[in-house]
Nanobody, 122 residues
Framework: QVQLVESGGGLVQVGGSLRLSCAASGRTLSRYGMGWFRQAPGKEREFVAG????????YLADSVKGRFTISRDNAKNTVYLQMNSLKPEDTAVYYCAASLSGYGPVGPYDSWGQGTQVTVSS
């Protein structure tokens, strides 16, 4: 099973940017479709973005289209989430996840990271 560690979260003002990273170990990341999810306090976890094994296909939730970009560097075993024009409603814990059979909202996802907090202040 692949182990995932997120980093790059923090406190940012409205309109600012952050880049989240998800580093994988234990397995070659190129075997997995990858996804980013988030969970805000009192809300259910929601899908944010997904990317296929090769990086050739990407999937973004409507709420982040035009603002977020997902990418991957299989040579570095890392997946990224570039977040621009951040809004207060983007405040959440962000998780990356790995899937052997998918990369969209459903996955299914086999491994999850521990999460990184993103807080957008107004």
């Amino acid at each position: 099973q692949v182990q995932l560690v997120e980093s790059g979260g923090g406190l940012v003002q409205v309109g600012g940017s952050l880049r989240l990273s998800c580093a994988a170990s234990g397995r070659t990341l190129s075997r997995y479709g990858m996804g980013w999810f988030r969970q805000a306090p009192g809300k259910e976890r929601e899908f944010v973005a997904g990317i296929s094994r090769s990086g050739g296909t990407r999937y973004l939730a409507d709420s982040v289209k035009g603002r977020f970009t997902i990418s991957r560097d299989n040579a570095k075993n890392t997946v990224y989430l570039q977040m621009n024009s951040l809004k207060p409603e983007d405040t959440a814990v962000y998780y990356c996840a790995a899937s052997l059979s998918g990369y969209g909202p459903v996955g299914p996802y086999d491994s999850w990271g521990q999460g990184t907090q993103v807080t957008v202040s107004s």
